[in-house]
């Protein structure tokens, strides 16, 4: 059973390093910034009895992620770590801008050096959830939750794969492309069909849909239909060919494309941007669909997505069913810093910076793992 399970059914309080799997040069001071090193050796040296307290804060509205992870790194690889107070939120809290979400006392050379690994993986992980639970919410807005593929494969380096899939599951996506991305919290990956799939069935819809239907008959038919940008006739074929066992259809037409629907009703030009996955494009394949009695297939769209689009074809009431989304959902607009604030629990912090209890914070316990 994954630790996930475990956390989920209160047998245990974090998850540690069995979920992680953190990189051992870490405890070398590898991936530390150099001056933290030289700042570990120095305090050794000269002096090594004093406690600091270090608080972490970001400064937005944000969907906290990456705390077990920080506690697990702090478990893992500080010097002495059984001699550390931590105090922190839990992934998934709502939090508010400078508001303090995890502190850590106890002296600086045992876990001072890991300072900026702990804001990096607070900054990402809590950006990615953030930016995911805005756009569920975006995806709701119309008053029927529609769901979010996290398709964010392709726009990232595949090691940050399971724990980006991690934070977009606590943003709310529990939809997500590779199995990596579900490697931290239980699920496997989902998906139908790439473009590559009906290319090498030299653009016939048809014929590549049947292969998969063979090669997955337990999967649920989704077809991609905007291969040859002609997404109405694409969809109409399958739908036709295959009828109850087509699910959905998915449009993924290219924000530098207009799909041929529009040159074959050009009275429709002239009052909206027709390039790429647009309103008026998804109207005219549900009625298609709807015309011919195929109710029952569903719209997955795709590409290009944002907050701020979704919002747009919500509030137009759009047919969209499900919403795939990738790079949107990886930038990074959130940074976190750790200060030091106390020394021997008296006030001592750089100009503008002070130590800020925060009552939300919960005891951390040391397991040992």
Sequence with gaps: ????????????????????????????????????????????????????????????????????????????????????????????????????????????????????????????????????????????????????????????????????????????????????????WGKQGIGTMPHALVQIFKGDIVKATLAYKETFPDDELIALVDYNNDVITDSLKVAREFKDELKGVRVDTSKNMVDKYFFRNQHLMGSFDPRGVNPQLIFALRKALDDEGFNHVKIVASGGFTEEKIKRFESLHVPIDMYGVGSNLLKMKIGFTGDNVLLNNEHEAKQGRKFSPNPRLEKVDYTGE
Aim: net charge negative.
């Design 1 to 184: 059973m994954k630790e996930f399970e475990l956390k989920q059914q209160g047998e245990i309080k974090r998850l540690t390093n069995k979920t992680f799997k953190f990189d051992e040069r870490i405890k070398d001071g590898w991936f530390s910034a150099v001056y933290f090193l030289k700042t570990k050796k120095i305090v050794e040296e000269h002096l090594a009895n004093n406690v600091i307290t270090m608080q972490f804060f970001q400064k937005k509205d944000a969907v906290l992620c990456g705390t077990d992870e920080a506690i697990a790194l702090l478990h893992t690889f500080a010097d002495n770590p059984e001699d550390l107070e931590i105090y922190s939120l839990q992934d998934g809290d709502k939090v508010s801008p400078y508001e303090s979400v995890l502190t850590v006392t106890g002296r600086y050379q045992d876990f001072g050096f890991l300072e900026g690994i702990v804001d990096g993986i607070l900054g990402r992980r809590t950006s990615v959830a953030t930016n995911v639970y805005e756009v569920v919410n975006a995806a709701g807005v119309s008053g029927k939750q529609k769901p979010v593929i996290f398709m964010g494969d392709r726009d990232d380096h595949y090691t940050q794969q399971a724990g980006d899939g991690y934070a977009a599951y606590i943003g709310g996506s529990t939809a997500q492309a590779t199995h990596a991305m579900n490697e931290w």
